[in-house]
């Protein structure tokens, strides 16, 4: 069975920091590309990071590059986004996605994890 599994959300503080890992069963993650997206309420899923295969070419959202990092263990056959300095804007539903490379034809998701950012 195919599963993606967020964990490591919860409640920080504005310039605290949270690490977000997604573990991977039911197939390697090696040939797959990396991603976090993220939905705040009343608003659309958006990409906050995603990580080649290889782990050799990342790209962030203009909101979190400096800030956010995205990593990947492909022994551990898990994923993480390292989150320092977050913001109140930063809160949301955090989802992990696995893309096939080198065409996304095959797409896995999680089911998400919260992150709230607040004082």
């Known amino acids: 069975q195919v599963q993606l599994v967020e964990s490591g959300g919860g409640l920080v503080q504005p310039g605290g920091s949270l690490r977000l890992s997604c573990a991977a069963s039911g197939f390697r993650i090696n040939r797959y590309a990396m991603s976090w997206y993220r939905q705040a309420p009343g608003k659309e899923r958006e990409l906050v990071a995603r990580v080649t295969s290889a782990g050799g070419s990342t790209r962030y959202a203009d909101s979190v590059k400096g800030r956010f990092t995205i990593s990947r263990d492909n022994a551990k056959n898990t994923a993480y986004l390292q989150m320092n300095s977050p913001k109140p804007e930063d809160t949301a539903v955090y989802y992990c996605?696995?893309?096939?490379?080198?065409?996304?034809?095959?797409?896995?998701w999680g089911q998400g994890t919260q992150v709230t950012v607040s004082s």
């Open positions: 996605k696995a893309s096939a490379e080198p065409v996304s034809t095959i797409n896995y």
